[in-house]
């Protein structure tokens, strides 16, 4: 029974095309790398995809998202291959979403509303599914309309007065009460949580921070020698993990927290800043990076970004490049493709610009436990500095 219901949910998995705009100033492996990503959330949805679709412009239409042409061939590929859902790489307005589902008559999500969707199964402590559900209802409010399409037959003046109008009015009323009770719920949860913070206060606080799928939670699991949840999807951790670590006789604390993105949806972020208090109030952040990604040095960038709107970009860091064994060294020469190109080792990283622009900066594989020791000391060295500025009159035997 077990082998026939796993076979029935693989055949009921939804299929997906995806659809970007190459904008300007915007290579075209950029927007592959971009498209990749985003099939990696399908993908960590449940879903397969099995095309992109992509087109230059100016902008996004302000209609469609793409010009009418484009829309017409996504439309026969859709209706050829039965394709369920159609995913585009930007958040849609209210009129696009309701402009593209009329023409291809399939269900259309954006990221955000994909972003939504994974985070709202992740989501596992009363703090998590209450931010999610507010997040929620706050991206739903601006498209109230298109839930209710099957009201346009009744035809009304110029308005179109009616029971649709009530419908919607009454709906979004609802959904403002529900958004209020949501933000009181939060702030007790948030006045539970600091009391929380303030009781673990005498310890050193370290915080992990980075893109999604970096190896944070491998990092923690091998410091902590904890259980934390951890695979290869996207926001595999969503509610933050604070766990106690020894490192030789020096005791701190160690969080978790969710993995950044390019393109999270705003209201995401307002909800989760909460969820962020652990950077913003850590002593020390490790900055972890996937140096095997081809686009590491974005990905940089955008936790970067991130960090400074949360107001803890200035904090001590120390850069961690994780997966080293599964990095591959650029080809340097296009006409010679054939060469192969020797692996990079430990030192080749040290001696590396990487080393150079971000002191001080490790480089480990997690999951093979290699240079683990350097990371190790290296953090307790600056644990063991703050620690003693704080406590000078605690004769720990350093």
């Given at each position: 029974?077990?082998?026939?219901?796993?076979?029935?949910?693989?055949?009921?998995?939804?299929?997906?095309?995806?659809?970007?705009?190459?904008?300007?100033?915007?290579?075209?492996?950029?927007?592959?790398?971009?498209?990749?990503?985003?099939?990696?959330?399908?993908?960590?949805?449940?879903?397969?995809?099995?095309?992109?679709?992509?087109?230059?412009?100016?902008?996004?239409?302000?209609?469609?998202?793409?010009?009418?042409?484009?829309?017409?061939?996504?439309?026969?590929?859709?209706?050829?291959?039965?394709?369920?859902?159609?995913?585009?790489?930007?958040?849609?307005?209210?009129?696009?979403?309701?402009?593209?589902?009329?023409?291809?008559?399939?269900?259309?999500?954006?990221?955000?509303?994909l972003?939504?969707?994974?985070?709202?199964?992740?989501?596992?402590?009363?703090?998590?599914?209450?931010?999610v559900?507010?997040?929620?209802?706050?991206?739903?409010?601006?498209?109230?309309?298109?839930?209710?399409?099957?009201?346009?037959?009744?035809?009304?003046?110029?308005?179109?007065?009616?029971?649709?109008e009530?419908?919607?009015?009454?709906?979004r009323?609802?959904?403002?009460?529900?958004?209020?009770?949501?933000?009181?719920?939060?702030?007790?949860?948030?006045?539970?949580?600091e009391?929380?913070?303030?009781?673990?206060?005498?310890?050193?606080?370290?915080?992990?921070?980075?893109?999604?799928?970096?190896?944070?939670?491998?990092?923690?699991?091998?410091?902590?020698?904890?259980?934390?949840?951890?695979?290869?999807?996207?926001?595999?951790?969503?509610?933050?993990?604070?766990?106690?670590?020894?490192?030789?006789?020096?005791?701190?604390?160690?969080?978790?927290?969710?993995?950044?993105?390019?393109?999270?949806?705003?209201?995401?972020?307002?909800?989760?800043?909460?969820?962020?208090?652990?950077v913003?109030?850590a002593?020390?952040?490790?900055?972890?990076?996937?140096?095997?990604?081809?686009?590491?040095?974005?990905?940089?960038?955008?936790?970067?970004?991130?960090?400074?709107?949360?107001?803890?970009?200035?904090?001590?860091?120390?850069?961690?490049?994780?997966?080293?064994?599964?990095?591959?060294?650029?080809?340097k020469?296009?006409?010679?493709?054939?060469?192969?190109?020797?692996?990079?080792?430990?030192?080749?990283?040290?001696?590396?610009?990487?080393?150079?622009?971000?002191?001080?900066?490790?480089?480990?594989?997690?999951?093979?436990?290699?240079?683990?020791?350097?990371?190790?000391?290296?953090?307790?060295?600056?644990?063991?500095?703050?620690?003693?500025?704080?406590?000078p009159?605690?004769?720990?035997?350093?």
């Open positions: 029974m077990g082998k026939q219901k796993t076979y029935d949910t693989a055949l009921k998995q939804e299929r997906a095309v995806l659809v970007g705009v190459i904008t300007p100033g915007e290579k075209p492996e950029q927007t592959k790398e971009y498209l990749d990503e985003l099939a990696f959330l399908v993908d960590t949805a449940g879903g397969k995809v099995e095309k992109n679709f992509t087109q230059k412009m100016l902008k996004p239409d302000r209609a469609t998202f793409v010009g009418t042409g484009k829309l017409e061939e996504i439309q026969a590929y859709v209706k050829a291959e039965e394709i369920d859902m159609v995913v585009f790489d930007d958040e849609l307005s209210p009129s696009q979403l309701r402009n593209i589902e009329r023409e291809l008559q399939v269900k259309i999500l954006d990221r955000s509303n972003i939504l969707d994974i985070f709202a199964g992740r989501a596992q402590t009363a703090q998590a599914k209450t931010q559900e507010l997040a929620q209802l706050q991206y739903l409010l601006p498209r109230l309309t298109r839930l209710w399409t099957h009201l346009e037959r009744q035809k009304g003046g110029i308005g179109m007065r009616g029971p649709g009530t419908q919607i009015e009454s709906d009323r609802m959904i403002l009460e529900k958004i209020s009770l949501l933000k009181e719920r939060l702030k007790l949860i948030d006045r539970q949580n009391t929380q913070r303030k009781n673990r206060s005498a310890l050193i606080r370290v915080a992990l921070v980075g893109y999604t799928n970096v190896g944070k939670s491998t990092i923690m699991n091998m410091l902590a020698k904890s259980d934390v949840f951890a695979e290869n999807k996207l926001f595999a951790t969503l509610d933050t993990t604070v766990r106690k670590v020894v490192i030789e006789n020096l005791p701190f604390l160690l969080s978790d927290t969710v993995g950044f993105i390019r393109k999270l949806p705003h209201h995401l972020v307002e909800c989760f800043k909460s969820t962020l208090d652990e913003r109030e002593d020390i952040l490790v900055h972890v990076v996937d140096v095997s990604h081809p686009n590491f040095e974005d990905q940089i960038h955008t936790v970067n970004e991130t960090l400074n709107d949360l107001g803890a970009r200035d904090k001590d860091t120390i850069m961690i490049f994780n997966k080293i064994d599964a990095y591959v060294t650029p080809e020469d296009e006409f010679n493709l054939e060469e192969e190109v020797a692996p990079l080792t430990l030192a080749d990283f040290k001696k590396s610009w990487m080393a150079h622009n971000n002191a001080p900066a490790i480089f480990i594989s997690a999951t093979q436990k290699e240079n683990v020791e350097e990371f190790k000391e290296l953090l307790y060295e600056k644990v063991k500095a703050i620690h003693v500025n704080r406590f009159y605690d004769k720990l035997l350093y």
